[in-house]
Structures are given as C-alpha cells and as structure tokens.
C-alpha cells in the first residue's frame, strides 16, 4: 500500500515537472514570437512614423523680431541704391537675394529690385520678374527695407538720365565690417552700388540674431515663386498624394558634380574622357583618387545606392517617389537598378496632364522641382554642397514644420558600397540600417560648423511658447503684427518730437 502511495506521488511529481517545462517551453517560444512580432512591429511603426513631420520639442519657427527694429530710412534719408546681380541655380540665387535684403538693411540703403543671371545658367530671360511674386516681396519687407524696381532718373547739365551704379565685386564671405566701411563709404559717394557677382558675398555666420531672422523672413516668407509656378506645383503635389503618401529625391548624379567630385571610375572609358574634358573646362586642375573620394564621402550616391538604402529602412515597393533631377549622367544603365526596386518613380513631366510641362522650362521648372519636394512628406537628398538646392531644402523644411529629411551619411555608408562593389555584400542591408539610425529625420538641433545658417536656423529663427531661456522665447505675436506695432510705435514717436519743437 506504503509503496503505491509512493509511486504515486513520483507520478504525480513527475506530471507536475512535464507540466512546468511544457508551460516554460511555450513561455519562451510565446516570449521568442511577442519579441519578434515587437520588432516586427516597431520596424513597421518607424517607417509609419517617418510619413509624419518630426517630433519639435517644443519648438516652433518665428522669424519675427525680438527686440526693438526700426523702420527702413525713407527716401531722403537713404545712404543710396544698392544693385546685385545674384549668378548661380535657383537655391543659390535665393541666398544671394536674401543675402542682398540683409547688405541694404546694414548700410541703411534702398535695395533695387535683384538681378537673376538667368541666361548664363538657365539660357532663360525670366528673371526675378518671371520667377517671384514682386507685389508679395515688396510688400512682406516693408518694414525692413525700401525696395524700388530700377533705379531713378537723375537730371545732370539739362539732361535726364538714369542713375549710374559704382561696380564693385565684393569679398566672397565679406564680413559686416566690410559693407559698414567699404561698401558703405562708395555708396555715399556715387549715390549707388552694383555688386557683382553676388553668390557667397556675406558671411553666414552674423553675431546679430536679428538679421539672421531677417534673412528667414525673406527666404521663408517674402521669396513667394509666381502664381502659375505655385498652380503647377500643387496640382503634382495632389497628384502624387491622391493614393497616399510620397517621398521625393534629389538625385544628384549629373556631369556636372560626377565631374567636380572626380569620382570616375564607375564610368565607361567614353564616359570618363567626357567627365575629365568637362572638369578641366569648368575646375581647378586638382588630382582625384576615385577611392580617396568615395571613402570620406564625396561622391554622390548612385541611383541604385539610394534604393538600397530606401529598401533598407523598410520602405517598400510600392512607395511613390518624385525624381528632382537634371538630366542623370550615364542614362538608363544607371537607373535601371533603382527602377527595379522601386517602379513608382516620376518626375514633373510624368505626372498630371501634358499642359504642366509647357509651363516649367527652365528657372521654373526647378522652381517647380523645389516646391514638389518642399511638400513632400519625406525627402531624401544624395548630395550636399554650399547653397545648392538640397540644403536649402533641408533648412525650408525644418522651417516648414520639420518636416522629414533623411540624409545619408555618404561616409558612413561608402565602406559598405566599397565591399559591394568588391563582391562582398553578406549583411549590407543591416548594415546601412545602423548607419541610418543616426539620421536625425528633419528634427529640430543646433547648428553646427560646416553647417549652413541656409540648411538649419535653429536657434535663431526658431522658439518656444514655454522656454527658459528668455532669448528662445515666442514673441506674442506673428511676424507682421510685430513689426507693424514697432512701425507704428516709431512713428507715433516722431509726431510727438516734430510737436515738441
């Protein structure tokens, strides 16, 4: 009896232990499969999330004045007119333009309206004119500076004749000092300056935080293209967004920075004479090694590099894309790869009715190409460079309410692309997903060197409703409440002194 009770309970234990695996071995392969679908799920909750603007931190964009700013002078009280001539694309001409409303404001001087060297570049004639919103730009700086459209007549000897501008080029990256003497000191002398050229003529970096917002002011605010610019753009725009959301890219594999980068060595024999003969012709004789260049990041990524890191980040092939491009050097070989990946590829020839494409040639359609990817939901640039439209881009949309950019890091990535190219591609996937978890996506940082004031004005242009800091506070009002009171105050000021004397 003693031993059945035994054997009994040596069963029983002996259920309970089979019991306690079977409960602990579904607990693991329940735990295995929670972990795995947690991935899951988190890898497809990144890509979701990617489609929405990045997270502010509190902070919003404000280029309004936050200390006293008085009005610009009057006619009789102007040092003189101040003439530019802005040489280079469309992102390069804007900070030129803005660079010039911010040269008037130091020297007190009256900005005639700026020149575009369209026909150099763009073998167009359309100008400031036919590009931008003249009414809506004057109007937006009235309180910052006296613009006129030409320069005045003057009356010499009985004779009537147009004001004759002092040619002068300025410093590239002139300091402030220099436009408060130098220029400043011409000005008052002749009456009036042409600067020229005036691509990179003012440094970036300016201790005054008011005119770095003045410059905000001009570039996200008064510099509005054209009606039928802006009608073009939106009618892509919901095109492209009528099934959901669009990424756009700026693929930069073009002759003319395949040719300044040196990277070569991808190209057919043809194709390298074609790169060296335009290099020669249009940069300093420089010697570049191909693999010197690649490993710290200055060759532009090829169309297939951008759909393998696209592909990598977990988006996939049904995911619309937008092309702002030139013409891509080596054609279609070169695309091909890419489009395999992602088919839904268009550009603004593809999408809408065969009208768009009578109304964007030239300096518009680039203009055209800049507000597709500003609306944009992501957008991704392959290469960056001093003023060029990817990294204005990339300041407008942080501007624009953060919206997401992801930029590959081209140094991180090229020993990965190197080891492809080699033959070695076990793991690259996971690979470039390391690299681009660092990516910051559009969110809101310090600025810091060699970072353009054009590609991140944060601090300067941005605040926050509840900020410690007094300086990164939100004025109470928007920018032309703000600096209309301070108009009005200063002239409420003056008829009370003219009534005192």
């Not at 894309?321 to 279609?332: H, P, Q």
């Not at 991180?412 to 470039?432: K, V």
Request: net charge positive; with cysteine; glycine share 6%.
């Amino acid at each position: 009896m003693r031993r059945s009770l035994r054997s009994a309970k040596l069963l029983c234990r002996l259920w309970v232990a089979i019991a306690a695996l079977l409960t602990g071995t579904i607990w693991l392969w329940s735990s295995s499969s929670l972990v795995l679908l947690g991935t899951y799920r988190v890898q497809d909750f990144s890509v979701n999330e990617l489609w929405r603007t990045a997270d502010s931190n509190g902070w919003r964009a404000s280029s309004a004045p936050r200390t006293y700013w008085p009005p610009p002078p009057t006619e009789s009280e102007s040092n003189g007119y101040l003439r530019v001539r802005c040489n280079g694309g469309l992102t390069q001409q804007r900070t030129a333009i803005c660079n010039a409303v911010v040269v008037a404001r130091i020297m007190n001087a009256t900005l005639v309206l700026p020149e575009l060297d369209t026909n150099s570049f763009w073998h167009d004639e359309s100008g400031f004119v036919g590009t931008y919103d003249v009414p809506h730009f004057i109007k937006t700086l009235k309180y910052d500076v006296r613009i006129v459209t030409s320069l005045p007549k003057i009356t010499a000897q009985g004779k009537t004749k147009k004001l004759k501008a002092y040619k002068i080029e300025p410093p590239r990256d002139a300091p402030v000092t220099w436009y408060k003497t130098t220029a400043l000191e011409k000005i008052r002398n002749y009456g009036a300056i042409y600067l020229t050229p005036f691509a990179h003529r003012l440094a970036e970096e300016i201790d005054d935080p008011e005119l770095q917002r003045l410059r905000c002011r001009v570039n996200y605010h008064a510099l509005q293209f054209k009606p039928n610019i802006r009608k073009t753009s939106s009618d892509i725009v919901n095109n492209l967004r009528s099934e959901g959301h669009f990424m756009s890219i700026h693929l930069r594999f073009e002759l003319d920075m395949l040719a300044y980068a040196g990277c070569i060595d991808i190209f057919t024999p043809e194709e390298q004479e074609i790169l060296l003969k335009y290099r020669k012709e249009h940069f300093a004789e420089k010697k570049l090694v191909y693999r010197e260049r690649r490993i710290i990041g200055k060759c532009p990524l090829t169309p297939e590099e951008v759909g393998l890191i696209i592909r990598a980040m977990g988006f996939d092939n049904t995911t619309r894309i937008y092309l702002a491009s030139g013409e891509l050097f080596g054609g279609e070989r070169f695309m091909k790869p890419f489009k395999a990946m992602f088919p839904r590829l268009e550009n603004h020839s593809m999408v809408g009715s065969g009208k768009l494409e009578e109304n964007i040639q030239g300096l518009a359609g680039s203009a055209v190409d800049y507000m597709v990817c500003l609306l944009s939901d992501i957008f991704i640039p392959t290469y960056d460079g001093p003023s060029n439209f990817a990294n204005n881009l990339m300041g407008h949309r942080l501007y624009h309410g953060f919206r997401t950019t992801i930029t590959p890091n081209r140094k991180a990535l090229a020993p990965i692309f190197m080891d492809m190219e080699e033959g070695h591609a076990s793991g690259y996937e996971e690979r470039i997903r390391q690299v681009m978890l660092s990516t910051r996506f559009g969110a809101p940082h310090r600025r810091f060197h060699p970072e353009s004031f054009y590609t991140n004005s944060w601090p300067e242009c941005f605040c926050q409703m509840k900020a410690r800091n007094q300086a990164d506070r939100c004025p109470l009002n928007n920018v032309n409440d703000v600096l209309e009171s301070q108009f009005h105050s200063t002239g409420e000021a003056s008829v009370a002194a003219s009534a005192k004397r």
